[in-house]
C-alpha cells in the first residue's frame, strides 16, 4: 500500500519508506509545544531570550476582510505569533528520538505574514522565518538550522542561511545537569550559496500563499544532504551545524523546530499546514 492511498493528505509530499510522525493540524496540535528555556529550582534561572517565548496556536487565518482563509487543505493550520516587538521570536518544537540512525527527511508547507492591523502590504515587517533540528547521538549534539532572512532593519534580504557558530553555555542551578544555550541569536549566522530567492507574497496583508519546504539529514553522518524550498534546490552538502560534545539525558533525540521572527514593532505569524517527519530504515 503506498502513502498516498494509505493517507491521502500524503500525497502532496515525497516522503521517505518510514513515516515518523505525519501531523495535518485540522487533527489538533498533535504535540506541538512552545520551546522555552532550561530551568532549575527557580524560573528565574530561565535565560533572558527564553522568557517571552509565544505558545503555538490552531488559527483558521481568520481576516478583518475575508473571514476565515483556513489552510492549504482544511480548516486549521499550527500558528506561532512574536509580540509587537522588533527582534523577537516565537517558537514551536516537536519532541522525538530516533530508532535508527539514518537519513531523515522533514517536509512542510508554511507562510508567513504580519498581522493585518496596518491597509498595507508590510512586506519588510517580518524579519524571518525558520527551521532546525536538535539531535544528539552518542559522541555529539548537533543543531541544524536554516533560517529564510526575508528582511533586517527594514530592508529586504529575501534570502537563506545556516548556522554553525555555537552559542556560549550557561549551568543552571546547582545539580550539574542542566546548562542552556540560545542558539537563535542573531549572530552568527552565514548566507547559503546562490541562496537568494523571492517567496510569493501577494498584494496585501491578508493575502497568504503556501510555500513548499523540505529537509533531509543524515543521522549517522550528521550532515545535511539535501533542501528545497518550491521550485529551488539548494546545494547544502558543503554546510555545517552547530556542534557540541555530547549531553546527559539527551540521549537519541530528535526534536523539529520551526521559528518566526519580527524585524518591526508589528506582530508576525508563521503557519503550517502540516508537517510530516519520514525516515529510510
Known amino acids: 500500500m503506498t502513502h498516498e492511498s494509505a493517507a491521502p ?23 506541538w509545544t512552545e520551546l522555552i528555556g532550561n530551568y532549575e529550582d527557580t524560573l528565574d534561572s530561565v535565560l533572558e531570550p527564553y522568557r517571552d517565548h509565544r505558545p503555538p496556536q490552531l488559527s483558521t487565518l481568520s481576516m478583518w476582510d475575508t473571514g476565515s482563509v483556513g489552510s492549504l487543505e482544511g480548516m486549521y493550520a499550527l500558528k506561532v505569533a512574536t509580540r509587537p516587538k522588533k527582534g523577537h521570536q516565537a517558537v514551536t518544537i516537536k519532541r522525538t528520538t530516533f530508532r535508527r540512525a539514518s537519513p531523515i527527511r522533514v517536509e512542510t508547507f508554511f507562510t508567513f505574514k504580519p498581522e493585518a492591523a496596518e491597509l498595507r502590504l508590510g512586506d519588510q515587517t517580518p524579519r524571518s522565518f525558520g527551521f532546525l533540528f536538535d539531535l544528539q547521538d552518542d559522541t555529539e549534539r548537533v543543531m541544524p538550522h ?21 552559542a556560549p553555555f550557561s549551568q543552571i542551578g546547582g545539580s550539574g545537569k542542566t546548562v542552556s544555550h ?9 548566507d547559503i550559496p546562490n541562496g537568494g530567492q523571492k517567496l510569493c507574497y501577494n498584494e496585501i496583508a491578508t493575502k497568504h500563499n503556501w510555500h513548499y519546504l523540505r529537509l533531509d539529514f543524515d543521522l549517522e553522518s550528521m550532515r545535511f544532504l539535501f533542501f528545497q524550498c518550491n521550485d529551488r534546490i539548494f546545494d547544502v552538502t558543503g554546510l555545517d551545524s552547530i556542534r557540541n560534545p555530547a549531553m546527559p539525558n539527551l540521549w537519541c533525540m530528535l526534536n523539529v523546530a520551526f521559528f518566526v521572527e519580527a524585524d518591526a514593532d508589528r506582530r508576525v505569524f508563521g503557519y503550517l499546514d502540516s508537517v510530516v517527519l519520514s525516515g529510510d530504515f
Open 146 to 166: 536554516i533560517r529564510y532572512l526575508n528582511s533586517l532593519d527594514g530592508e529586504l534580504q529575501q534570502k537563506w542561511q545556516f548556522k554553525r557558530e555555537r
Open 9 to 31: 493528505g500524503l500525497s502532496k509530499f515525497d516522503p521517505l519508506p518510514r513515516i515518523i510522525f505525519a501531523d495535518d493540524f485540522d487533527a489538533g496540535i498533535n504535540g
Open 182 to 190: 540560545y542558539h537563535l541569536s542573531p549572530e552568527g549566522w552565514e
